[in-house]
T-cell receptor, first 115, second 115 residues
Framework: EPEVTQTPSHQVTQMGQEVILRCVPISNHLYFYWYRQILGQKVEFLVSFYNNEISEKSEIFDDQFSVERPDGSNFTLKIRSTKLEDSAMYFC?????????????FGPGTRLLVL | GDSVTQMEGPVTLSEEAFLTINCTYTATGYPSLFWYVQYPGEGLQLLLKATKADDKGSNKGFEATYRKETTSFHLEKGSVQVSDSAVYFCALSDHLTGANSKLTFGKGITLSVRP
């Protein structure tokens, strides 16, 4: 069964460093998402991406964040200058079609720790 | 804005006990409702969903009914197993925001089932 994959599974970085989190969505899916979950808190939406551009972003997704689909298979989230409060589990998700009722399929997550 | 409220956890049950996890929502439109499950060390997996009022989603012995009058989507299982130990997330996707619809999650609840 096709699945969303994410790398790395864990990343430790120093405050102020750039990190790139990688995701490979399911191949025939059209919509892509990043979510994050700070320890003990809700899973929060960051950004959605369709047709090679951002379609919606949350207020969390400020200028320090960017997303890219560089080669038609990977979907990346970049944090330019990490802060302590960026420590969280980051989930990538993809969805096949237009309908909001369609299931989003999630990857296993990347646990980011900013020191 | 949209929101999802789940009962406080964690929940610990003995095997074969009855499970109810409460979930209520607030949405401006006509949401689809989802339960996702996260097993230890894994990503979020769809457990079940319902896309309109009075629909019942079911999977693996779990059920939830979309109750528009009480804005609820409580998860139930008649007889839990040790393998059901996981974190359970209630979520909604609001049709009014269109095809880019993000998921809005509850905080999640940890279920532990004792043999």
């Amino acid at each position: 069964e096709p699945e969303v994959t994410q790398t790395p599974s864990h990343q430790v970085t120093q405050m102020g460093q750039e990190v790139i989190l990688r995701c490979v969505p399911i191949s025939n899916h059209l919509y892509f998402y990043w979510y994050r979950q700070i320890l003990g808190q809700k899973v929060e939406f960051l950004v959605s991406f369709y047709n090679n551009e951002i379609s919606e972003k949350s207020e969390i997704f400020d200028d320090q964040f960017s997303v890219e689909r560089p080669d038609g298979s990977n979907f990346t989230l970049k944090i330019r200058s990490t802060k302590l409060e960026d420590s969280a589990m980051y989930f990538c998700a993809s969805r096949p079609a237009l309908l909001a009722s369609e299931t989003q399929y999630f990857g296993p997550g990347t646990r980011l720790l900013v020191l | 804005g949209d929101s999802v409220t789940q009962m406080e956890g964690p929940v610990t049950l003995s095997e074969e006990a009855f499970l109810t996890i409460n979930c209520t929502y607030t949405a401006t439109g006509y949401p689809s409702l989802f339960w996702y499950v996260q097993y230890p060390g894994e990503g979020l997996q769809l457990l079940l969903k319902a896309t309109k009022a009075d629909d019942k989603g079911s999977n693996k012995g779990f059920e939830a009914t979309y109750r528009k009058e009480t804005t609820s989507f409580h998860l139930e299982k008649g007889s839990v197993q040790v393998s059901d130990s996981a974190v359970y997330f209630c979520a909604l996707s609001d049709h009014l925001t269109g095809a880019n619809s993000k998921l809005t999650f509850g905080k999640g609840i940890t279920l532990s089932v004792r043999p």
